[in-house]
């Protein structure tokens, strides 16, 4: 895990690097400050390391030219055109009902801004204090935003293990209506025999990918469903849609698109 980066700021901006700073060495990373003069593509593509940056639009991390924060305010136009009827992860988590619902694979947090917007109320957990502190600013921003706040304010980080977070819950004896989990590199255990070529990776995936590299079967989140069980009514996985079930469990309650699929399971013991 990433534990020192670099943090490029115009003076314009040096105050809001210092409280990034001083967040981030709270939470074990350790940044180290640069005043530039223009924060731009030019100065981003001849600086290729992995650092964070700070402008007008707030944290950011970069590397080869590249920039990515969560756009929550680039999820607007999806937002403004869902409905419980046309997302199927909405289906498939029953957002109708309003769920109280842990998201335990946060990543850039579009999945749980779009299942608040449409009424749940959800625990984010991330665990990456670098990646936490993104999602953080960027929920912070979106609570002043007129389109988002709303979703937004439904919305609760929390900075933790997933793993060690469910399993709390369930020494809690607390059941929530439906844990949420999009494991982070599901192309590792894809259906070999039926797999086709993977598109490129975007651009934010592959920044994420520099800042969580794989590191074991742990990314897999195959030790996430057995401890969700114990205390979801509904566990909902998303998958490639040829992907193996996650944990080799597997479940005829599925929801299938074009090119992923959301599997659910069941725990009608906890339905009381």
């Given at each position: 895990?990433?534990?020192?980066?670099?943090?490029?700021?115009e003076?314009?901006?040096?105050?809001?690097?210092?409280?990034?700073?001083?967040?981030?060495?709270?939470r074990?990373?350790?940044?180290?400050?640069?005043?530039?003069?223009?924060?731009?593509?030019?100065?981003?593509?001849?600086n290729?390391?992995?650092?964070?940056?700070?402008?007008?639009?707030?944290?950011?991390?970069?590397?080869?030219?590249?920039?990515?924060?969560?756009?929550?305010?680039?999820?607007?136009?999806?937002?403004?055109?869902?409905?419980?009827?046309?997302?199927?992860?909405?289906?498939?988590?029953?957002?109708?009902?309003?769920?109280?619902?842990?998201?335990?694979?946060?990543?850039?947090?579009?999945?749980?801004?779009?299942m608040?917007?449409?009424?749940?109320?959800?625990?984010?957990?991330?665990?990456?204090?670098?990646?936490?502190?993104?999602?953080?600013?960027?929920?912070?921003?979106?609570?002043?935003d007129?389109?988002?706040h709303?979703?937004?304010?439904?919305i609760?980080?929390?900075?933790?293990?997933?793993?060690?977070?469910?399993a709390?819950?369930?020494?809690l004896?607390?059941?929530?209506?439906?844990?949420?989990?999009?494991?982070?590199?599901?192309?590792?255990?894809?259906?070999?025999?039926?797999?086709?070529?993977?598109?490129?990776?975007?651009?934010?995936?592959?920044?994420l990918?520099m800042?969580?590299?794989?590191?074991?079967?742990?990314?897999?989140?195959?030790?996430?469903?057995?401890?969700?069980?114990?205390?979801?009514?509904?566990?909902?996985?998303?998958?490639?849609?040829?992907a193996?079930?996650?944990?080799?469990?597997?479940?005829?309650?599925?929801?299938?698109?074009?090119?992923?699929?959301?599997?659910?399971?069941?725990?009608?013991?906890?339905?009381?």
């Amino acid at each position: 895990m990433v534990s020192a980066l670099r943090l490029y700021a115009e003076q314009t901006f040096v105050e809001q690097a210092q409280h990034y700073a001083a967040v981030l060495g709270m939470r074990g990373v350790s940044v180290e400050i640069e005043l530039i003069e223009k924060l731009g593509s030019r100065f981003l593509r001849l600086n290729p390391e992995l650092a964070l940056c700070v402008d007008q639009d707030g944290l950011w991390l970069a590397a080869n030219g590249m920039k990515m924060q969560p756009d929550w305010k680039g999820e607007s136009g999806r937002l403004k055109r869902a409905s419980l009827k046309s997302e199927m992860i909405a289906r498939a988590c029953n957002i109708a009902e309003k769920p109280r619902l842990i998201d335990a694979t946060a990543g850039l947090g579009h999945d749980s801004l779009l299942m608040a917007h449409l009424g749940a109320h959800v625990t984010l957990v991330e665990r990456h204090p670098i990646l936490f502190t993104l999602l953080e600013d960027t929920q912070q921003r979106a609570l002043d935003d007129k389109i988002l706040h709303a979703a937004a304010a439904r919305i609760r980080l929390v900075f933790s293990d997933s793993a060690d977070y469910l399993a709390q819950q369930a020494s809690l004896v607390q059941v929530v209506d439906v844990v949420y989990l999009d494991p982070m590199f599901p192309q590792r255990d894809q259906n070999q025999n039926a797999a086709k070529k993977q598109a490129q990776v975007k651009k934010q995936m592959q920044l994420l990918h520099m800042l969580l590299p794989e590191d074991g079967e742990m990314d897999l989140g195959d030790h996430l469903l057995p401890l969700a069980q114990k205390i979801a009514k509904r566990v909902v996985v998303k998958r490639p849609r040829l992907a193996v079930f996650l944990a080799g469990q597997s479940t005829e309650h599925q929801w299938l698109g074009d090119a992923c699929r959301f599997d659910a399971y069941f725990q009608h013991d906890l339905n009381t």
